[in-house]
């Protein structure tokens, strides 16, 4: 059901960097803003990252996001146990049988 | 503090119909550029994209899902309602409102999800 392709899961310890990638197309990262999720375990997800890479008020600069072409990525450094948790990109589409908003599969990550 | 929460039924019969409410509060769905998305996400799975409502009465669907949902505002009661008909097992999900603000560069301007309601789940079963 998920346009948008990401890592099932990525790992590594703390004080570490990690980097999840979200793949599209031309009708949805292409040509448009993507957003990214923190869904905490048992939690609702959480705005971490919009128009690609501006952060709200209170997510710390850990957290980055980037995007070329029909790819997005969100990096998070300095890795700590509450960043355990699934991450979401998000964007519009355009395309009929798609959107106007879709998900992306989502990627756990896991601190060791 | 603006926040949203959903209610509803927590069992569905399969072939029923289902509706859910998310209650708005501390900012209001008449606002210029504000509106409110439904999300759901089966245990274990990824986030789907459901439906969503603009101040403006505009409304969009999921393709997949078109069919079956209806997606209203009652700004009276500060309230958004969704409801889905012939439900069967799989739409067993957690399901989420969230509120939708406009953001503006110096080019355009965009929607984006930037805060959620704690969920409901919804299970379908006989």
């Known amino acids: 059901q998920s346009v948008l392709t990401q890592p099932p899961s990525v790992s590594a310890a703390p004080g570490q960097r990690v980097t999840i990638s979200c793949s599209g197309t031309?009708?949805?990262?292409?040509?448009?803003?993507v957003s990214w999720y923190q869904q905490l375990p048992g939690t609702a997800p959480k705005l971490l990252i919009y128009e690609n890479d501006k952060r709200p008020s209170g997510i710390p600069d850990r957290f980055s996001g980037s995007k070329s072409g029909t790819s997005a990525t969100l990096g998070i450094s300095g890795l700590q146990t509450g960043d355990e948790a699934d991450y979401y990109c998000g964007t519009w589409d355009s395309s009929l049988s798609a959107g106007p908003y879709v998900f992306g599969t989502g990627t756990k990550v896991t601190v060791l | 503090q603006s926040t949203l929460k959903e209610s509803g039924p927590t069992l569905v019969k399969p072939t029923e119909t289902l509706t859910l409410t998310c209650t708005l509060s501390?900012?209001?769905?008449?606002?210029?550029?504000?509106?409110v998305g439904w999300i759901r996400q089966p245990p274990g799975k990824a986030l789907e994209w459901l439906a969503l409502i603009y101040w403006n009465d505009d409304k969009r669907y999921s393709p997949s899902l078109k069919s079956r949902l209806t997606i209203t505002k009652d700004a009276s009661k500060n309230q958004v309602v969704l409801e889905m008909t012939y439900l069967d097992p799989v739409d067993t999900a957690t399901y989420f409102c969230?509120?939708?603000?406009?953001?503006?560069?110096?080019?355009?301007?965009?929607?984006?999800?930037?805060?959620w309601g704690q969920g409901t789940l919804v299970t379908v079963s006989s």
């Open positions: 969230a509120h939708i603000s406009r953001y503006y560069t110096l080019w355009d301007n965009y929607y984006v999800f930037d805060f």
């Open positions: 501390g900012f209001s769905l008449s606002s210029s550029g504000v509106g």
């Open positions: 031309s009708s949805n990262i292409g040509n448009n803003y």
